[in-house]
């Protein structure tokens, strides 16, 4: 059967979206085949021309790159970052990060849906990081997003799927890949995800701050096929704590 | 401006609410559990009693390091463009009572610094002066920062506190980041070591940061010189100062740098405060613990093994290839060294021995959008 993530008319087998921007370089490479993703985010600001180790030189060229803006703090410069990003050949494909508090790294809803609007108008596939809102995701469909990146917890976090009664929601009511993104921790977590229907899971830190770096890339490529096998199957029914009732409130019905 | 004296005093204010040598273990215990400290929490892991708690603060100091910061150090170098000084600061070799050699580069003399600077592959400078708005006024340093442009990503400044509008003036060349360090916040001590020039003025210089924020910098630093006084009251003052600006203004960077008194010209004297390395160490970590988000930088007034090791351990950026002389990169250094330096690695070292770490050195961690 064929199952394949659909962004921006662009097809990919894995749904496993890698972040680049706590390992070292020389790392990249195998995390990548290790953990089978095709797409990998990178901070454009590190991508930058010039100045040391270029983080482009260390990403295999059948990876698709998913520049970010972060950095910018509103939608005025999350638009000059995008540009900028094209400019110096990254592709079309841009995830919006729009942060205005540095403590939290929590993304600015308003400012997000602005920039989208202005960068899906000029054409590129826009992938915008955001807080599990409702009305904020329908704004985003409007303004001409390509996927929904809603976050699980705060970035770098590694607690989980702290928002997942809101996730699911935007899965319900989006008709846009919804791909869980920030503070996913554990492969169980990204499994669960990929469960509830999001269309796929972006990790960084939970790889790059684990034991044995490779085999936990592997472990989240495996844990990310398992839960959309599972989505996919349909999940099997859960029983209440009190079973079925043996005197049924409708047993006294006659015709 | 009423808010701008508010965290001032806010910060006086707590400077001695705490006596560090009552906190016990169990104090600190409590610190090491929690995930968000209060300003308690924080003077308990100052405190003598968090002495021997120093490796598990390391390692949870290392652990919120990598996940807020991943791998990567960032790597940069300042250039002192003109050592003249106005104040008269016991503590410092650019004293304008020291008779060192006094200069200001030209800005064809900066070109060349900046051009040798850049060779080294660095996007990230730092341009530092003296305390002379006559010798190096705003202009000449806007100057300096609009030529920097032509090479580097992220220009930084430490000079001088200026007004809002200045900041604003200095942005708009394509400045990004200002330091300055209150070097004490003991108001008393303050006056005893800052003899003469405005750096008197205890209240202009500590709301420098919150004037570099309204004048459009994207990031400020802090830092105390610790071993002017008692250097827990200042680490503690500093990471007061940073929490309440990052409060007051989500969107800045914050950083914070940990210099302690080290030998200078013309000085002899024992210091009483002095601050051995395990202690400054307590306070990197201390800062981290309580401070997660903030950037910590390391000058090369520390040794090369403490600087990496502070790097794998809490702080997220290092300079390198460092001239703390007036010149002496493009061209002869012209003028006398601010104070001594312990870490003379060219920039290659620096990215050898992070690598030997398993850290990754950055050069490039910004966009100027200015």
């Known amino acids: 059967m064929s199952d394949k993530l659909v962004l921006g008319g662009k097809e990919f087998e894995s749904r496993f979206i890698l972040g680049s921007g706590k390992f070292s370089l020389d790392m990249i490479k195998a995390v990548v085949e290790d953990g089978g993703a095709e797409i990998i985010t990178l901070a454009l600001r590190r991508a930058n021309v010039g100045g040391g180790e270029n983080i482009l030189d260390y990403i295999p060229e059948n990876v698709t790159l998913l520049p970010n803006t972060s950095g910018a703090r509103n939608a005025d410069e999350a638009v000059r970052i995008a540009r900028l990003s094209r400019e110096l050949g990254c592709g079309d494909f841009v995830k919006v990060e729009v942060v205005g508090d540095n403590k939290y790294l929590l993304p600015d809803n308003a400012e997000t849906v602005k920039a989208v609007e202005i960068l899906a108008k000029e054409g590129f596939v826009v992938l915008p990081y955001m807080y599990p809102d409702l009305y904020t995701a329908r704004d985003l469909v409007n303004a001409g997003a390509a996927a929904v990146m809603p976050l699980a917890a705060p970035i770098g976090s590694n607690k989980g799927l702290c928002t997942k009664d809101f996730i699911k929601i935007l899965i319900e009511e989006i008709d846009l890949p919804i791909i869980v993104d920030a503070g996913i921790g554990s492969p169980s977590q990204a499994c669960e995800a990929m469960e509830l229907g999001a269309a796929a899971v972006m990790a960084n830190t939970a790889i790059a701050t684990a034991g044995d770096i490779y085999q936990m890339a592997k472990a989240f490529g495996l844990a990310i096929k398992s839960g959309r096998l599972a989505y996919l199957s349909g999940l099997g029914r859960v029983l209440q704590d009190s079973g079925e009732a043996s005197s049924p409130l409708t047993g006294f019905l006659q015709d | ?370």
């Open chain 2, 1 to 370: 401006m009423p808010e701008e004296i508010s965290i001032m005093d806010e910060v006086l204010d707590l400077y001695n609410k705490y006596d560090f040598n009552e906190f016990t273990s169990e104090n600190v215990e409590t610190a090491l559990q929690k995930e968000d400290l209060d300003f308690k929490d924080f003077a308990a892991l100052l405190s003598p009693a968090a002495e021997p708690y120093l490796e598990q603060m390391a390692q949870k100091a290392q652990r919120l390091t990598r996940s807020r910061f991943g791998n990567t150090i960032a790597i940069f170098t300042p250039i002192y463009i003109s050592n003249y000084c106005e104040n008269q600061c016991v503590y410092c070799g650019f004293n304008c009572k020291n008779k060192i050699h006094r200069a200001k580069l030209n800005i064809d003399e900066i070109e060349k610094e900046y051009k040798a600077i850049a060779e080294t592959g660095l996007k990230e400078i730092l341009i530092l002066t003296g305390e002379s708005r006559k010798a190096s006024d705003i202009e000449y340093i806007g100057d300096a920062v609009m030529l920097a442009k032509k090479y580097f990503s992220l220009i930084g400044l430490e000079i001088y506190p200026v007004d809002a509008d200045e900041y604003k003036y200095l942005h708009e060349q394509g400045a990004d980041f200002v330091t300055v360090f209150q070097e004490t916040y003991d108001t008393e001590t303050y006056k005893k070591v800052h003899l003469a020039g405005k750096k008197r003025i205890f209240s202009y210089r500590i709301n420098a940061q919150e004037r570099a924020i309204l004048g459009g910098m994207r990031g400020v630093g802090f830092g105390a010189l610790l071993g002017i006084a008692d250097f827990r009251h200042d680490a503690f003052s500093v990471g007061v100062h940073a929490s309440l600006i990052q409060k007051k203004y989500p969107h800045a960077e914050i950083a914070i740098s940990v210099p302690r008194l080290r030998p200078y010209i013309n000085s002899k004297n024992e210091n009483p405060n002095e601050v051995h390395e395990k202690q400054l160490l307590q306070v990197i970590c201390a800062y981290r613990l309580f401070l997660p988000y903030a950037g910590i930088t390391v000058s090369t007034r520390e040794r090369k093994n403490f600087r990496d090791n502070a790097a794998n351990i809490a702080a997220t950026k290092i300079s390198a290839g460092v001239c703390v002389g007036i010149g002496g990169r493009g061209e002869e250094e012209k003028g006398d060294e601010q104070f001594e330096i312990n870490d003379r690695r060219s920039v290659d070292e620096v990215v050898s021995s992070l690598h030997d770490y398993g850290l990754q050195p950055s050069f490039n961690e910004y966009i100027r959008l200015i």
